[in-house]
């Protein structure tokens, strides 16, 4: 039979070579109909790929369906790698060409092989045909691989980058928790990486998803998730709202059960409170929250909450920079002067002239009036900041 199909693919040579590309198609579709191995039906397939022609694409998925249908009679060893390479040929091809009818053949394939390049192959095409049917069912295969720790680590690092690709193509929403786990997962740099640029194709506007995250994550998770959302299309209100809900969230787990998880938290504060300094936030409601990050922080913490106190710029972080203002100038009083609080109080003094408020007035005053306990340098500072007030 093999001496046949040469024969025949001598004979038609000069056909496929005269026909048009649709009919060159139509002849290497009738020898692969008579190719009864799998290296003559490589070799045809390949040919036909090389063509270039979508027309192909009905004949090469009628292969495939055949190929699957006779997995069971397929012996192990060579037989197999050459079995597996047909299929990885074909199944790029209708993925390349986006033979969506193919889609449930593809699938098949993701499902019942054994071979995880074969896996990926199939997945990578699914996504290039947006068969969104099987984002569901994708994602919840990135989800098993990910938690559910592999005894084929290599093998499903290879399948996790095809899922990831799949659901990145797909444009699926329903990929975004999944692509979000894989990449804190346990997988390569390579995989995680990917995983972190495909979640912002899936959900341009993330917010309602990351909302879930900052509710029941854990300092590090959110810290990850307010990063993203900042990198985002989401809107600027919108990230406002998220940067505010991770700050809350960073003051209600304090202080945190271990050492690594203080200092997980005090990252999350510090870059929700710089977020809302990005975003020119002038919510009333947040002066309470830097407030609290400023009594529990380190002295670095306080200092970007006295900042966020100063762009805030309403009446209630007015009265927030007042408290803290009259607290500073009390223990300085009491002879607590050391390069920290002077540090503190210069940049409390810095920021009241930023907020403006008019009602900063009173503890300015109190402490240009206190020259015997304060130093020149923060007394020229309030004098300075009173004449910035509106």
Known sequence: MRKAIALMTFALAGLILAAGASERVRVYAFILSQADSVQ?????????????????????????????????????????????????????ALGDWRYANAAPSLMRVVEDSADPLSRAEALIGLGSMRAVEYAEKIALLLRNLTFTPPADRDGSEKVAYGA?????????????????????????????DQAERSLELVLPDPSDAIKAIIAVGSPDRISRALALALRSQAPQNRQRELASLALERGIALSPGRTRAEQLSLAELRTRAMNALVALADTEGRNAAFL????????????????RALGTNRSPEAAGALSDIIVRLNSDMSAGIVNDTQNTLMRAALQN??????????TALLIVQNNSQKLSNAIIRLASDSLKALE
């Open 40 to 92: 003559q039906k490589q070799s045809v397939v390949t040919s036909m790929v090389d063509l270039g022609d979508e027309a192909a694409a009905p004949y090469l998925a009628d292969t495939l369906d055949a190929l699957l249908a006779a997995r069971s009679t397929v012996a192990r060893g060579s037989q197999t790698e050459e079995y597996e390479r047909l299929v990885r040929t074909l199944v790029k």
């Open 164 to 192: 990831v690709l799949a659901l990145e193509r797909m444009r699926s929403p329903l990929g975004f928790e999944q692509l979000f786990a894989a990449s804190e997962g346990w997988y390569s740099k390579r995989v995680k």
């Open 291 to 306: 407030a609290e990050a400023y009594r529990i922080g380190s002295t670095d913490e306080r200092l970007v909450a006295l």
């Open 352 to 361: 009241a002239a930023v907020n403006k408020q008019k009602s900063l007035a």
